[in-house]
């Protein structure tokens, strides 16, 4: 298999700020979310699709984005994000609507994302469940290597420009 191309179905895991409350498209496997993360990723990027479609005036601009905008197949891309998130769903038991991905696609070239990236949401993740999902929060502690969303090709390098809580954080 090309490695800038994943097929569906090929991953082999299945099992502070003022921004805090912004909308998150976490780079990081669903896997590692609670169940509080893992709906309002569903819904964050439902929406996200919308705006791809350009069905929506708000949220044109959120730094999120900018990863499927600049994919030469947006829609696609985020269909096999969404795609994850509904067999991480099944998985856990849950029963999201499979229709609402407009492109659930097998295929999609993979999007570059920096190893800072990964390891800043992990953490941030972590300190939110620390809070609200104590249990999950432990499960999350014996993790030895963060695995990304199988959209995403990891390389080195720091956080992302587009990642406005850390870029604050720092002061840079």
């Not at 492109?103 to 999007?111: A, N, Q, S, T």
């Not at 809070?131 to 969303?149: I, T, Y």
Request: proline content about 6%; hydrophobic content about 35%; charged content about 30%.
């Amino acid at each position: 298999m090309d490695n800038r191309m994943l097929q569906r179905g090929a991953s082999k895991y299945d099992g502070g700020c003022s921004l805090a409350n912004a909308m998150r498209i976490w780079s990081i496997h669903p896997r590692y979310l609670d169940w509080k993360g893992l709906g309002a990723l569903w819904r964050e990027t439902l929406l996200a699709q919308k705006v791809l479609q350009g069905e929506t005036r708000g949220w044109r601009n959120h730094p999120q984005l900018d990863r499927f905008k600049t994919h030469r197949a947006s829609l696609h891309a985020v269909g096999r994000y969404l795609a994850e998130i509904y067999d991480e769903s099944r998985r856990r038991g849950y029963s999201y609507n499979h229709s609402k991905i407009l492109h659930p696609e097998d295929m999609v070239d993979l999007i570059g994302l920096n190893r800072g990236q990964l390891e800043y949401e992990f953490k941030l993740l972590q300190e939110r469940l620390v809070k609200r999902q104590p249990d999950k929060h432990r499960e999350n502690l014996g993790v030895a290597e963060v695995v990304p969303h199988p959209l995403f090709r990891v390389r080195p390098g720091p956080p992302e420009p587009w990642e406005k809580s850390y870029w604050v954080k720092t002061g840079k």
